[in-house]
């Protein structure tokens, strides 16, 4: 069993929005601190975006301060990750990982990914 499963990546134009869901199962999301991490073509990985285990604290890159918010159902065990006002340079594979420390190395569990790529 995947213990993380992407789902919500597409092609969007410059502007607009996806919103990114990230379905858990074998554990609770709502005991651990969650994180949203991306891979850019022909770059290394960067850390986005990371939500506390209860739900109450975010903490945003830069470069998507403003734009992204990420969030969790605890009911659903699935976390999100609403992505508005995207541009080209936000194209990327997204991966949702179970951790929250500043090195996204120490995340131990990992998804799939899905592909966003915004263009005209």
């Known amino acids: 069993e995947v213990p993380l499963v992407e789902s919500g990546g597409g092609l969007v134009q410059p502007g607009g929005s996806l919103r990114l869901s990230c379905a858990a199962s074998?554990?609770?999301?709502?005991?651990?601190?969650m994180s949203w991490v991306r891979q850019a073509p022909e770059k290394g990985p960067e850390w986005v975006s990371t939500?506390?285990?209860?739900?109450?604290?975010?903490y945003y890159a830069d470069s998507v301060k403003g734009r992204f918010t990420i969030s969790k159902d605890n009911a659903k065990n699935t976390l999100y990750l609403q992505m508005n006002s995207l541009t080209p340079e936000d194209t990327a594979v997204y991966y949702c990982?179970?951790?929250?420390?500043?090195?996204?190395?120490?995340?131990?569990?990992w998804g799939q990914g899905t592909q966003v790529t915004v263009s005209s």
């Open positions: 074998g554990f609770t999301v709502g005991n651990y601190d």
């Open positions: 990982a179970r951790g929250g420390s500043s090195s996204y190395s120490s995340y131990d569990y």
């Open positions: 939500i506390n285990s209860g739900g109450y604290s975010t």
